[in-house]
């Protein structure tokens, strides 16, 4: 079965660092993978997805994520952080090679940026 | 706003009542998706559908949960019975996509589910 790891849960960074939020999936085969963010009291916004092609992908925001297909990783970053980044951010895939079209998620990491 | 959207926003109901939520897809969107998420949790998969059809639903659902999407358009999630455990948010997200193909899900603002 496919799975999502999210290592970092918490993250406290000043204003200006830089960020990456690590994420892993479980799967061998094709995948579609998505990082999307929730600002508080908001839905779900997508940042970034990657289905094919460059590894690089650049999202809105600044943020972009490398997909390094033998490491089974996606990892997000953004080169400095603003206060209005403080947000939980889950990174999410889908396999429909797997038989399925449902995304699954990580379990989230939350961010807090300090002024 | 032509996003996705639930309602109600939020419920709070006994427990040992039957709730019933509610979702509307972007139009065009094929795919309908339900998920739960719990406090310091990512989204958790519930059931999905592709057009009126319910294509697969998770095994760690209990059958006290049904949805339906009559006609492909809008769906329900009806919870009977309510336990205490099934107090959560209840996020319903819609995408648009063909044979094979995946693309973005968008999401609504959820359902605030409260058993007491």
């Known amino acids: 079965a496919q799975s999502v790891s999210q290592h970092n849960h918490h993250v406290i960074l000043s204003e200006a660092a830089s960020l990456e939020l690590g994420c892993n999936y479980s799967?061998?085969?094709?995948?579609?993978l998505f990082w999307y963010v929730q600002y508080p009291g908001q839905h779900l916004q997508l940042l970034l997805k990657?289905?094919?092609?460059?590894?690089l992908v650049k999202g809105i925001k600044g943020f972009e994520a490398e997909f390094i297909k033998s490491k089974f990783s996606f990892n997000l970053r953004k080169p400095s952080v603003q206060w209005s980044d403080t947000a939980e951010y889950f990174c999410?895939?889908?396999?429909?090679?797997?038989?399925?079209?449902?995304?699954?998620f990580g379990t989230g990491t939350r961010l807090k940026v300090l002024a | 706003d032509t996003g996705v959207s639930q309602n109600p926003r939020h419920k709070i109901t006994k427990r040992g009542q039957n709730v019933t939520f509610r979702c509307d897809p972007i139009?065009?969107?094929?795919?309908l998706y339900w998920y739960r998420q719990t406090l310091g949790q990512g989204p958790e998969f519930l059931t999905y559908?592709?057009?009126?059809?319910?294509?697969?639903k998770s095994r760690l659902l209990s059958d006290r949960f049904s949805a339906e999407r009559p006609k492909g358009s809008f769906s329900t999630l009806e919870i009977q019975r309510t336990e205490q455990g099934d107090s959560a948010m209840y996020l319903c997200?819609?995408?648009?996509?063909?044979?094979?193909?995946?693309?973005?899900?968008?999401f609504g603002q959820g359902t605030r589910l409260t058993v007491v």
């Open positions: 139009s065009e969107h094929n795919r």
């Open positions: 559908f592709q057009n009126e059809a319910q294509l697969e």
């Open positions: 997200a819609s995408s648009l996509a063909g044979q094979g193909v995946v693309d973005e899900a968008f």
């Open positions: 990657y289905f094919s092609g460059d590894p």
């Open positions: 799967y061998g085969g094709t995948v579609n």
């Open positions: 999410a895939v889908n396999a429909p090679t797997s038989g399925t079209y449902k995304y699954i």
